[in-house]
C-alpha cells in the first residue's frame, strides 16, 4: 500500500465500545489466542503479559495464502494491568512501506460501567505512520474495516458467541 488519504489529518484513533460482558472476558479475549482468533481477521494474538514482554500477531491461513507474512504485526508490551489496561507498542507488516514505519502506541481501556456491562476504549497513537492510519481506520478500500471491524466482530463475538460473517 502506498496510497494515503489526503483528508487525513488525525494522527489518534479513538474507538469506543460498549460490551455485555465484565471486564475480565473482555480482557481474555483480546489477550488469549485461543478467544482473539475467532473474532476480526480471525488471526491469533500472542501476548506476554509484562512490561517489555513480546506481542505478535500471526497471519490467518488466509492471509498466508496470499502470500503475506506469518507475523503480521508486532511489537512490546509497555504496561499490563489486567483485566483494565494494556499498553503495547504495534508495527505492521502489511507491506513494505507499512514495515518501514516506527511502532505505534496502542491502549487499551476497560471499565465496568454496570454489572456485566463493560465500555472498551482502544486508543492508536499513529504519529508518523500515515500507513498504518490509512489501514487502522478503515479508510483503504482493500484493509477491510480497521479498528471498527475488530470491535465490532469483538462485541459481536462476546455478546452471541459467533463472529460477524464478511
Not at 480497521?146 to 462485541?155: F, V
Request: with cysteine.
Amino acid at each position: 500500500m502506498t496510497a494515503i488519504s489526503g483528508s487525513t489529518t488525525t494522527t489518534t484513533l479513538v474507538n469506543q465500545v460498549f460490551i455485555k460482558a465484565d471486564p475480565r472476558k473482555v480482557w481474555d479475549a483480546i489477550t488469549d489466542p485461543k478467544w482473539n482468533e475467532r473474532y476480526g481477521y480471525k488471526c491469533p494474538s500472542e501476548f506476554d503479559l509484562r512490561p517489555g514482554g513480546a506481542f505478535r500477531t500471526l497471519a490467518s491461513q488466509a492471509m498466508r495464502d496470499h502470500g503475506g507474512p506469518e507475523v503480521i504485526i508486532d511489537g512490546e508490551v509497555v504496561e499490563a494491568d489486567p483485566p483494565r489496561r494494556l499498553v503495547q507498542t504495534w508495527r505492521a507488516y502489511f507491506s513494505p512501506e507499512m514495515a518501514a514505519e516506527p511502532a505505534t502506541r496502542l491502549t487499551y481501556e476497560i471499565d465496568e460501567i454496570a454489572p456485566g456491562v463493560s465500555k472498551l476504549t482502544v486508543t492508536h497513537e499513529l504519529e508518523g505512520a500515515p500507513n498504518a492510519l490509512f489501514t487502522v481506520s478503515g479508510e483503504h478500500p482493500d484493509a477491510g474495516g480497521g479498528w471498527a471491524w475488530i470491535l465490532s466482530d469483538l462485541k459481536t463475538f462476546l455478546e452471541t458467541g459467533e463472529s460477524i460473517e464478511r
